[in-house]
């Protein structure tokens, strides 16, 4: 089983959405996906909840999250359950997600190329760096921009690119489509969005796919 | 307007799924000692417990409020020797009824006639 935690100690990063859309474009494939819910928020569990209510399909398992200190058991029984684990965290600074980290063989670090987000980021940064060390294992990162614009880089964007100093960014960033935001509507899965009534569903598709590509690129054997 | 053939037809999706490749997992057993280890050196950063915290067996219950709502209220300031202060506080943990309650009691059943 390949583990991958989505982790920034801030709030509304989008570590759901992309942690979503990594889910289902790896089911797509045919991977056996399960995803720990473990966002106080619960937006995942409640989109498999309407799924349920409406007798839809779920492509793959979410899951409760669990306390502190039921974790690594939860992480130790899906060892054989699932060929993929993602771990959408909460946005705080808890010791959750330390312990989700010491689990993981990648951390994605989602946030928007702005200041405030950076900073936030960095500190999951200096986390994953210091878990790392004190499991003595290399656990891979990597920062993954979201909400960019479409058309240009922002001014804030390229600052942030400039300060990144060899921190590892995944090479697609997820562009702010409404499409992302429109699949918890309805708790619909992005394949389902009709594209007659969501915009650029399509180019929202490619760019979740290449999300997916580059996360697989990092974890292949 | 025409995008004389340098658009962004790439951005549509085809629909081909890519294939699955094979993933390696490099994780390994965490010691117990190594994790409570990274869980210190995540509180240093600022990524303590955030549980609610259980309640403790050792940990008195509050004290019932009794009639407060149904009356009139007032308060008064006691300066005395703190032996007995301290015996009279004692005393209403152990039984846990406020002091008022203990008043009225300590005064006897004719004690509130003046109210």
């Known amino acids: ?221 | 307007m025409g995008n004389y053939g340098f658009g962004d037809d790439d951005d549509t999706d085809s629909g081909s799924e890519p294939t699955k490749i094979p993933l390696k997992s490099n994780r390994k057993t965490v010691a117990p000692e190594k994790l409570q280890e990274a869980a210190e050196g995540g509180a240093d950063l600022g990524f303590v417990s955030r549980e609610p915290k259980k309640p403790s067996a050792a940990k008195k219950p509050p004290r019932r409020a009794g009639r407060r709502q149904t009356e009139a209220q007032d308060k008064f300031l006691v300066t005395g020797p703190k032996r007995v202060l301290d015996a009279f506080k004692a005393r209403c943990d152990e039984q846990n009824v406020p002091y008022w309650r203990m008043l009225e009691e300590l005064m006897g059943p004719d004690g509130d006639e003046q109210t």
């Open chain 1, 1 to 221: 089983m390949i583990s991958i935690s989505f982790v920034n100690p801030k709030g509304g990063t989008g570590k759901t959405t992309s942690c979503f859309l990594l889910a289902e474009q790896l089911a797509k494939m045919d991977y056996k996906v399960a995803v720990f819910d473990c966002d106080p928020n619960n937006n995942l569990v409640n989109w498999r909840d309407r799924r349920k209510e409406k007798d839809a399909e779920l492509p793959f398992e979410v899951v409760d999250g669990p306390a502190e200190d039921e974790l690594l058991d939860l992480v130790a029984a899906y060892e054989d359950k699932c060929e993929v684990l993602l771990m959408d965290m909460e946005g705080t600074a808890s010791q959750i997600v330390t312990f989700a980290m010491s689990q993981s063989d990648l951390c994605i670090i989602p946030f928007e190329p702005t200041p405030m987000e950076t900073r936030q980021a960095s500190r999951a940064v200096k986390l994953v760096q210091r878990t790392s060390k004190m499991i003595n294992r290399e656990i891979k990162y990597s920062l993954l921009m979201v909400r960019t614009n479409a058309a240009f880089q922002t001014n804030d964007e390229k600052d942030v690119r400039a300060a990144l100093n060899g921190v590892p960014v995944l090479d697609t960033a997820l562009v702010r489509r409404a499409a992302y935001t429109r699949i918890f509507r309805d708790a619909d899965l992005l394949a389902e969005l009709d594209s007659a009534k969501v915009s650029n569903v399509g180019k929202a598709t490619v760019n979740a796919k290449a999300f997916a590509m580059n996360t697989l690129e990092l974890l292949k054997g």
